[in-house]
């Protein structure tokens, strides 16, 4: 785990207190990342992709740093090098520096011409990691590949991760924050909306869950786009399961409207596809619907674009709707299908003419449906995203990000756009460890926001907000880990709050050793 993660551990020999936990670097790489380091040599060391060095110039652009310092130190022993303590302030600047100047300027200001062992070690603790393992015999060629390799893996590691903020941690910090923020960007997911009874995708009760538990072997065939084509029954045999309710919105919704009232929202880019956002009145023009929504819906066929509510009907009985221009045309199209079915010339036919056009014969089915305008698998994402996202990006000042795992791209990679300097939060019922945000409120999102609104002396229109807060015991910060609050309701069992001091500190420890990043 990382220093910035768990703030204090004891080092192997019990007695000393360290802000390095022992973590693996031999664990800490996917299995194509592991093939790139194994075909480099310890020299490769001081070069880096055109990828990373293009990233590079972007973060420099937007630190803006002018000088760079690495800590410097006394020349020690490998002994004393292994049992190293750097702050966590020098570990903030070393990390800083390397994504500020980029690899190569990083090794040639940090490492001498013929570096040791005890080098490489000082330098990846300095990064803020430490193998769980040493190599015994520091003078050896190979223990100076290994610490190499550790090196090269933990600077990846703070290369493709964002350095999370030292002073950016308090629940003061965040209500702050929310107050005189000017630009907020809030990237909401699933979880804003569960209470309503719309399922999730990916949790242990969610849609995809229950796909499978229905015999489906892959429950995303439902959303791929060339599934679809070929069989548009199984998505309207489904569909009625995530179809907003009518009028409904929830208090998460309605604190987005709140901070679009006062000015302060940018832009809300949201991965779910219920529309909830208009039901709550907030400005269509401050919405982006990444994955679209159920709002329109267009013919496959011809593209004829309704209001989504016009097939609602037919989406709650699980019947395919169909596009008025091409209905008595799909019933020629099946007729023609089923003579050619009764020939042998039939059934080898991939493709045929049909009123003038080429028809796949594996798209017959889907000819003619309207589709709501979702993003399918397959599908690019809205233009209007692509149009929005990097000057959003670029003016946002608070980043919340609400309700989601952060688990499908592009969306989930924002978070890495943003610049460094802005404070990114998360809102959501389990913690995301595979990227760093200064401040995660753990819990049910509706609670937590109407919370942290009566706090500010704010008031969400909503008529559920009384009866939430009255379930509300408060905030509880997590033991080891800076900036993580759980949320506790009240009459809870005891026993699940001390569960849910030690979730965290396991379940990212976990998730290190799995490879994912771990930053500031």
Request: aromatic share 8%; hydrophobic share 35%.
């Amino acid at each position: 785990m990382d220093v910035f993660e768990q703030g204090l551990s004891t080092q192997q020999n019990g007695t000393q207190k360290s802000n390095i936990d022992v973590i693996s670097l031999d664990s800490s790489l996917s299995s194509e990342q592991e093939a790139e380091v194994e075909n480099n040599n310890a020299s490769s060391t001081s070069t880096s992709s055109s990828k990373i060095s293009r990233s590079n110039d972007i973060l420099s652009e937007s630190l803006n740093i002018i000088e760079y310092e690495i800590p410097s130190h006394e020349p020690m022993t490998y002994k004393d090098a292994i049992h190293y303590n750097p702050t966590k302030e020098d570990c903030y600047k070393t990390r800083l520096c390397l994504k500020a100047i980029g690899i190569s300027k990083f090794i040639d200001l940090s490492l001498s011409e013929t570096p040791g062992a005890s080098d490489f070690v000082y330098l990846i603790k300095l990064l803020g990691f430490a193998p769980k393992e040493y190599p015994e015999d520091e003078n050896s060629t190979e223990t100076v590949y290994t610490l190499v390799k550790y090196l090269q893996r933990a600077m990846h590691r703070v290369i493709t991760t964002r350095t999370k903020k030292l002073d950016f941690h308090t629940i003061d910090h965040l209500i702050e924050a929310i107050k005189t923020s000017k630009n907020i960007l809030v990237l909401t997911g699933a979880g804003i909306s569960t209470s309503l009874g719309i399922p999730d995708f990916r949790s242990s009760e969610g849609f995809y869950t229950k796909l499978q538990e229905q015999g489906l072997d892959d429950p995303q065939t439902v959303f791929d786009l060339e599934y679809f084509k070929q069989d548009p029954s199984l998505f309207y045999s489904i569909a009625h399961l995530v179809l907003p309710p009518e009028g409904s919105f929830t208090p998460l919704h309605g604190f987005i409207k709140l901070l679009a009232d006062k000015g302060s929202l940018l832009r809300n880019y949201t991965q779910n596809i219920d529309n909830l956002e208009a039901n709550a009145g907030i400005p269509s023009e401050k919405v982006i619907q990444c994955h679209g929504s159920f709002a329109t819906a267009s013919c496959v066929t011809c593209k004829y674009k309704i209001p989504g509510e016009t097939i609602f009907e037919e989406i709650r009985n699980s019947e395919l709707p169909l596009c008025p221009f091409c209905i008595k045309r799909r019933q020629k199209l099946i007729k023609e299908i089923e003579a050619l079915d009764d020939s042998e010339q039939g059934i080898s036919r991939h493709s045929f003419t049909f009123l003038g056009s080429t028809v796949k014969r594996s798209y017959a089915e889907s000819y003619g449906v309207m589709k709501p305008d979702i993003t399918f698998f397959g599908e690019d994402l809205p233009r209007v995203f692509h149009d929005n996202i990097i000057q959003d990006v670029k003016n946002c000042d608070l980043l919340l990000c609400i309700g989601t795992s952060l688990k499908v791209a592009p969306v989930s990679e924002i978070v890495n756009k943003v610049k460094p300097e802005i404070p990114q939060v998360l809102i959501n019922k389990d913690p995301v460890t595979h990227t760093e945000f200064d401040i995660s409120l753990l819990g049910y999102c509706d609670e937590l926001i109407v919370y942290l609104c009566e706090a500010m002396g704010w008031k969400i229109d909503h008529p559920k907000v009384d009866e939430l807060l009255e379930s509300i015991e408060g905030l509880m910060e997590l033991e080891g880990v800076s900036g993580r609050y759980q949320l506790v309701l009240k009459e809870e069992e005891s026993q699940e709050v001390t569960q849910l001091q030690a979730t965290p500190i396991e379940s990212s420890h976990r998730q290190f050793q799995e490879a994912s990043p771990m930053g500031l």
